[in-house]
């Protein structure tokens, strides 16, 4: 199968796998100790946790902390239910788990809308009283990347906490430096499902969510696991090594894939964007049937969390596209370890299926 989803999930690292074994432990070994306990084998697999929590830091601003989580939903609702924020605003264009979250702590939400490239204005207006504002990163339906450091100021200027959700850009952009919480997730750059972190700037305070043995400084409850630990660390680790390369890799995937595709329509900003994230839509496509036809390629119609719902994607809608419109849209994710010959296999399998249905 041609892999060409990288938004939903990406490969594991050959590092980052090799960094996770001798912490597996089988009976046989010294690395199954608990990290939370206070002998020998409890202290050596702690170290190893610290280890990855200091790479993974590195990805992050100075002058704040990493709580190691299950994930980025996770991450993400410790920031917005732990903040006691009660009046928000997000992005028209968040994660269901930004949006959801949001709407538990403040049922009268206030949306911030994006134009038709998907982008949020960066003078976008942050009203008093505001507890929390929240735009992601990068997009994990059209790519875009958000001008989080002008809008982080507003919300600072507003006496507002800004989160920001960096799933899509961590380890291949540079971090977000005005936010006060960050939340990233490891299965995203090349690391373990099973594991995300929330940054918390220092002197933000936030209250636990999840309650129990008071592991991460009493702010997540649970035992960590030294595995999922090291190979995020080993990930984040790896991503601060090919920063450069990686970029300019995708770049050339993404021209390579653009001239395959000259007469589909790009869904979100041409440059405001993570290239790795090519979303485009052809009038008249019937997605379902494209993705039966194309059965041994890995694509996407929307974000991996929504698939199956039939309801058309809220980001694309945001855009101001139609029903019809965001329903004839494909998502086409790549990146490292992706080859250019399947980037030319599955664009001439792809266009001989829309050609098929006459489109």
Known sequence: MIYLDYQATTPLAPEAREAMLPWLG???????????????????????????????????????????????????????????AKRLAVS??????????????????????????????PDAEIRAGTGLVAVMQVNNEIGTVQPVDALADRARAAGALFLCDAVQGAGKIEA???????????????????????????GVNLSPVQHGGGQEGGLRSGTLSPALCAGFGAAAALCMERWESDAQYVEK?????????????????????????????????????????????????????????GRPSHVLRALGLTDREAKSAIRIGFGRYTGEDQIDEAAAQILAAADAQGV
Not at 27 to 41: I, K, Q, V
Not at 101 to 119: K, M, S, Y
Not at 267 to 279: E, H, P, Q, V, Y
């Open 26 to 84: 089988g009976p046989e070994t010294t690395g199954f100790g608990n990290p939370h306990s206070a002998h020998r084998m409890g202290r050596m697999a702690m170290a190893a946790v610290e280890v990855a929590r200091e790479q993974v830091a590195k990805l992050l601003p100075p002058g704040g902390r990493v709580v190691f989580t299950s994930g980025a939903t996770e991450a993400l609702n410790l920031a917005i239910l732990g903040s006691g």
């Open 92 to 121: 028209a264009i968040e994660h269901g788990a930004v949006l959801d979250t949001a709407r538990v702590a403040d049922p009268a939400l206030r949306v911030i809308p994006v134009d038709g490239d998907g982008l949020v204005a």
């Open 176 to 202: 977000p430096k005005g936010a006060d919480l960050i939340a990233l997730s490891a299965h995203k750059l090349y690391g373990p499902k099973g594991i995300g972190a929330l940054w918390v700037r220092d």
């Open 253 to 309: 995937l993404w021209t390579r894939l653009r001239a395959h595709f000259a007469g589909w329509t790009l869904n979100g900003s041409a440059d405001a964007r993570w290239r790795g994230n090519c979303n485009i839509r052809k009038e008249g496509l019937d997605v379902a049937r494209l993705m039966s036809d194309c059965r041994n390629i890995a694509i996407s119609a929307g974000s991996a969390c929504a698939s199956g719902s």
